[in-house]
């Protein structure tokens, strides 16, 4: 793996390192072959983002081999590394520090892994030690010890007599991408799925996409947003592989499972990797197939420095390691209309026809048709049409209803002026948590027994908006007799059985039906099509898909009632055709220069840190003379959408500086960021930023 090298006038003299004959004469005998080791630390420090060059006593020479984890001193710390290569001679000018011990034998790290890691810090101006601490999960030596003693050995693996590769010949290019993985090919795709349940779901597409790729003698890496997702995949794979043959990767399920799965999969005992996004650095031999599914969710994205994005963290790897790819879901984003733009990837998609006899059929509120037949549609909270698609549905089996929000009634406002209701004590908003509750702030939990208005003097609240406990309430109401069911908030629920009975869940939260559900009601789309953000209408697209797409055929009787303006968004759900509307939207932001037509970086920190480092990212030496990045800012950062007063003062509030950059210019530009901010920590000349690409909720 190439190395970091930092700038040897970033390092104090003492910490420089030498070559191995100019060890002190007292000094431990060292190895007697490949003496010197180069070792990544665990540090997080910009600066110390480089291979440092350690000498290997000999009684550690079988032992400090590459990718196990050390102890080396540092600056007369003891700090934890990798080893990531063994050499013969270090091309530093000063005498080199012993290895100090070897925690483990076991080569955690591979260079695969280590490479694509470095690869990763570079697209995101991040630090290596930031992305191995997301790809290689924390030790846990009574594991080890398993490992050692040949408990998790490998295995052969057979396929299960009812693979079915059926579901996939309902989509053009599906049969043809099959063939390709069992011929050993490395096909790269774009998967827009139907359905979200049932043997012709995305987890019976995906376990069929897997199931051939081992037939090749090859590993997959499945990625998916979230435990149920994962239970769901889990239980479609089942049918076709051995459970021996499938490891989970999970934070959720703690760290012992973790890290013996990861330990099943280096040692070869398995070769399917399915999990959550760190389970994109899933060491797995010989791999063949990576597959993200619903890659537009926020889930994906890593929530700490750099903040990788796991379907970039595929894609790097498929390049990598010359292996199939296949994104998955039942819209499309923006970047991967690009990726099937540039013709990086082929559309997998069905035919019109097939979408007709498959999806549910979908009715809009908002039209002119339903206006005619119900002119207070459009201010309705259930308009008429949704109400009957609610009766009826509740006779042949469970009705979904999706909300924007959970809780009661989240935002509160005054009765005379309709401004938004807010703490006396700290500005945040007012809400309920039921209809005998006090109104309260969410942010200091302050009651507000005695509210007035800021602005008109008023003392009586109305509710902004309902929420999913409030929905249910309602829907309890308007039909009783009939179970009402919530997911929301910690109790999202991944199944729900196939009875009458209404589900009332938030965005991202619904259940899915085994069989179907008769209808599905789409409330408060307005809301989320109004959302101040770059990519709230592909956001809203993407959860209504995903919303109707567990709604049963409509041959069988399904509809899906959407309560939202007849706009663009709603145009797609109602022809059923995600490609379009990413298709557009994706022309809109080329035509704008807004991601992901470009690359965006935002810089957020003190003004005058800002200031420092944009001051000598533009002096940078790395960047072509003349040149010059299109940019944004400085501008105050908002913390808390909505908040009329402050207690900080504007001098010291965070401000963001954004950068928008092309695609040819995307590698120099970041590598200049990167040294800019190393070289900043190295001389501490100014307070730290924070540096983050192409994040999501930056515009």
Same mark, same amino acid.
């Given at each position: 793996?190439?190395?970091?090298?930092?700038?040897?006038?970033?390092?104090?003299?003492?910490?420089?390192?030498?070559?191995?004959?100019?060890?002190?004469?007292?000094?431990?005998?060292?190895?007697?072959?490949?003496?010197?080791?180069?070792?990544?630390?665990?540090?997080?420090?910009?600066?110390?983002?480089?291979?440092?060059?350690?000498?290997?006593?000999?009684?550690?020479?079988?032992?400090?081999?590459?990718?196990?984890?050390?102890?080396?001193?540092?600056?007369?710390?003891?700090?934890?590394?990798?080893?990531?290569?063994?050499?013969?001679?270090?091309?530093?000018?000063?005498?080199?520090?012993?290895?100090?011990?070897?925690?483990? !034998?076991?080569?955690?790290?591979? !260079?695969?892994?280590?490479?694509?890691?470095?690869?990763?810090?570079?697209?995101?101006?991040?630090?290596?030690?930031?992305?191995?601490?997301?790809?290689?999960?924390?030790?846990?030596?009574?594991?080890?010890?398993?490992?050692?003693?040949?408990?998790?050995?490998?295995?052969?693996?057979?396929?299960?007599?009812?693979?079915?590769?059926?579901?996939?010949?309902?989509?053009?290019?599906?049969?043809?991408?099959?063939?390709?993985?069992?011929?050993?090919?490395?096909?790269?795709?774009?998967?827009?799925?139907?359905?979200?349940?049932?043997?012709?779901?995305?987890?019976?597409?995906?376990?069929?996409?897997?199931?051939?790729?081992?037939?090749?003698?090859?590993?997959?890496?499945?990625?998916?947003?979230?435990?149920?997702?994962?239970?769901?995949?889990?239980?479609?794979?089942?049918?076709?592989?051995?459970?021996?043959?499938?490891?989970?990767?999970?934070?959720?399920?703690?760290?012992?499972?973790?890290?013996?799965?990861?330990?099943?999969?280096?040692?070869?005992?398995?070769?399917?990797?399915?999990?959550?996004?760190?389970?994109?650095?899933?060491?797995?031999?010989?791999?063949?197939?990576?597959?993200?599914?619903?890659? +537009?969710?926020?889930?994906?994205?890593?929530?700490?420095?750099?903040?990788?994005?796991?379907?970039?963290?595929?894609?790097?790897?498929?390049?990598?390691?010359?292996?199939?790819?296949?994104?998955?879901?039942?819209?499309?984003?923006?970047?991967?209309?690009?990726?099937?733009?540039?013709?990086?990837?082929?559309?997998?998609?069905?035919?019109?026809?097939?979408?007709?006899?498959?999806?549910?059929?979908?009715?809009?509120?908002?039209?002119?048709?339903?206006?005619?037949?119900?002119?207070?549609?459009?201010?309705?909270?259930?308009?008429?049409?949704?109400?009957?698609?609610?009766?009826?549905?509740?006779?042949?089996?469970?009705?979904?209803?999706?909300?924007?929000?959970?809780?009661?009634?989240?935002?509160?406002?005054?009765?005379?002026?309709?401004?938004?209701?807010?703490?006396?004590?700290?500005?945040?908003?007012?809400?309920?948590?039921?209809?005998?509750?006090?109104?309260?702030?969410?942010?200091?939990?302050?009651?507000?027994?005695?509210?007035?208005?800021?602005?008109?003097?008023?003392?009586?609240?109305?509710?902004?908006?309902?929420?999913?406990?409030?929905?249910?309430?309602?829907?309890?109401?308007?039909?009783?007799?009939?179970?009402?069911?919530?997911?929301?908030?910690?109790?999202?629920?991944?199944?729900?059985?196939?009875?009458?009975?209404?589900?009332?869940?938030?965005?991202?939260?619904?259940?899915?039906?085994?069989?179907?559900?008769?209808?599905?009601?789409?409330?408060?789309?307005?809301?989320?099509?109004?959302?101040?953000?770059?990519?709230?209408?592909?956001?809203?697209?993407?959860?209504?898909?995903?919303?109707?797409?567990?709604?049963?055929?409509?041959?069988?009787?399904?509809?899906?009632?959407?309560?939202?303006?007849?706009?663009?968004?709603? +145009?797609?759900?109602?022809?059923?055709?995600?490609?379009?509307?990413?298709?557009?939207?994706?022309?809109?932001?080329?035509?704008?220069?807004?991601?992901?037509?470009?690359?965006?970086?935002?810089?957020?920190?003190?003004?005058?840190?800002?200031?420092?480092?944009?001051?000598?990212?533009?002096?940078?030496?790395?960047?072509?003379?003349?040149?010059?990045?299109?940019?944004?800012?400085?501008?105050?950062?908002?913390?808390?959408?909505?908040?009329?007063?402050?207690?900080?003062?504007?001098?010291?509030?965070?401000?963001?500086?954004?950068?928008?950059?092309?695609?040819?210019?995307?590698?120099?530009?970041?590598?200049?960021?990167?040294?800019?901010?190393?070289?900043?920590?190295?001389?501490?000349?100014?307070?730290?930023?924070?540096?983050?690409?192409?994040?999501?909720?930056?515009?």
């Amino acid at each position: 793996m190439a190395g970091h090298e930092a700038q040897p006038s970033l390092l104090q003299p003492s910490l420089l390192q030498g070559f191995p004959d100019r060890l002190p004469v007292n000094g431990p005998p060292l190895a007697a072959e490949n003496p010197v080791a180069r070792v990544v630390l665990e540090s997080s420090l910009p600066h110390l983002d480089r291979p440092f060059d350690y000498s290997v006593p000999a009684e550690l020479a079988d032992s400090a081999a590459p990718g196990v984890r050390v102890k080396v001193k540092f600056n007369g710390q003891e700090l934890n590394g990798y080893v990531i290569e063994r050499r013969e001679f270090s091309d530093a000018a000063h005498p080199l520090t012993v290895l100090h011990k070897v925690v483990s !034998p076991v080569a955690v790290l591979t !260079p695969a892994i280590a490479e694509l890691a470095g690869a990763v810090a570079a697209r995101y101006a991040g630090t290596l030690s930031d992305v191995l601490r997301t790809a290689v999960p924390p030790r846990v030596a009574k594991v080890e010890k398993e490992l050692l003693a040949g408990d998790l050995e490998a295995a052969a693996v057979d396929l299960k007599p009812d693979t079915d590769a059926q579901a996939w010949a309902s989509y053009s290019n599906g049969a043809a991408y099959l063939q390709h993985l069992a011929s050993g090919g490395a096909p790269k795709a774009v998967l827009t799925a139907l359905q979200g349940f049932g043997p012709e779901g995305w987890p019976a597409l995906i376990a069929s996409a897997v199931a051939t790729v081992r037939s090749s003698g090859r590993g997959a890496v499945v990625v998916v947003p979230d435990y149920r997702d994962l239970e769901q995949l889990e239980a479609a794979l089942a049918k076709v592989l051995p459970s021996s043959d499938v490891a989970r990767l999970a934070a959720d399920d703690g760290q012992t499972p973790r890290y013996r799965n990861f330990l099943r999969l280096l040692s070869g005992s398995a070769g399917v990797a399915i999990g959550t996004r760190s389970a994109a650095y899933a060491p797995v031999r010989d791999l063949g197939l990576v597959v993200c599914w619903d890659d +537009g969710d926020d889930l994906h994205i890593e929530q700490r420095a750099p903040y990788a994005h796991a379907r970039e963290v595929l894609l790097l790897r498929a390049e990598q390691e010359n292996a199939a790819c296949l994104m998955a879901s039942h819209s499309r984003s923006s970047e991967l209309q690009r990726l099937v733009e540039v013709q990086w990837a082929v559309p997998i998609e069905a035919p019109r026809t097939t979408v007709r006899s498959t999806v549910p059929r979908v009715l809009n509120t908002a039209d002119s048709f339903e206006q005619e037949r119900d002119p207070l549609a459009r201010i309705a909270r259930l308009p008429g049409a949704a109400w009957r698609a609610a009766k009826e549905g509740l006779e042949r089996g469970p009705v979904l209803v999706q909300v924007a929000r959970a809780g009661y009634a989240p935002s509160l406002v005054c009765e005379s002026c309709r401004e938004l209701a807010r703490c006396n004590a700290c500005q945040g908003p007012l809400a309920v948590s039921s209809s005998s509750a006090m109104p309260a702030c969410r942010w200091c939990s302050t009651p507000a027994p005695q509210w007035r208005c800021n602005h008109c003097s008023g003392t009586r609240l109305r509710r902004g908006a309902a929420g999913v406990m409030r929905t249910a309430e309602e829907l309890g109401r308007a039909f009783p007799g009939k179970a009402v069911v919530t997911s929301s908030g910690e109790h999202i629920k991944a199944t729900v059985p196939d009875v009458p009975a209404l589900v009332v869940a938030t965005v991202g939260a619904e259940p899915v039906a085994p069989n179907g559900y008769a209808a599905a009601l789409l409330l408060d789309g307005n809301s989320l099509l109004r959302r101040e953000n770059l990519r709230a209408g592909e956001d809203t697209v993407r959860r209504w898909f995903n919303a109707a797409s567990l709604v049963k055929p409509a041959r069988q009787g399904g509809l899906v009632v959407i309560t939202a303006d007849d706009t663009a968004a709603t +145009g797609a759900l109602l022809r059923w055709d995600a490609p379009g509307y990413a298709s557009r939207e994706l022309a809109l932001r080329k035509e704008l220069q807004l991601p992901p037509a470009v690359r965006v970086a935002s810089v957020t920190g003190s003004r005058a840190d800002v200031g420092h480092f944009a001051d000598a990212f533009e002096a940078s030496a790395a960047r072509a003379p003349g040149t010059k990045l299109r940019s944004a800012g400085p501008a105050p950062v908002q913390l808390f959408s909505g908040a009329s007063q402050g207690t900080t003062g504007e001098a010291d509030a965070d401000v963001r500086m954004l950068y928008f950059i092309p695609y040819a210019e995307a590698a120099e530009t970041t590598r200049a960021m990167r040294a800019v901010k190393a070289a900043s920590a190295a001389k501490r000349t100014s307070g730290p930023v924070q540096l983050r690409l192409d994040g999501v909720d930056v515009l």
